[in-house]
């Protein structure tokens, strides 16, 4: 997977609907931020890089899902 450098903020395709609880992820050359989209102006999470990749690869192999 290539990933495209991008200063402005954004949030997944995939967002919305009635349950608007998403994030906006900024990628920098050295760290990715990740804020809530309904709070904005509060902290932002910064992760670098390889910290990041680790968690996407998590994420995207069930690593974090839920047992319900």
């Known amino acids: ?3 495209v450098r ?3 903020w954004f949030k997944s395709a ?3 609907g ?3 609880n998403c994030v906006e992820v900024r990628i920098t050359a050295s760290a990715t931020g990740v804020r809530d989209t309904k ?3 509060g902290g932002v999470l910064s ?3 390889a910290a990041w990749g ?3 690869t998590g994420a995207k192999d ?3 899902d839920l047992s319900l």
């Open 18 to 20: 009635a349950n608007e």
């Open 14 to 16: 995939r967002s919305g």
């Open 47 to 49: 992760l670098r890089s």
């Open 39 to 41: 709070n904005r102006t």
């Open 1 to 3: 997977m290539t990933l």
């Open 54 to 56: 680790t968690f996407v």
């Open 6 to 8: 991008d200063t402005g």
């Open 62 to 64: 069930g690593r974090f």
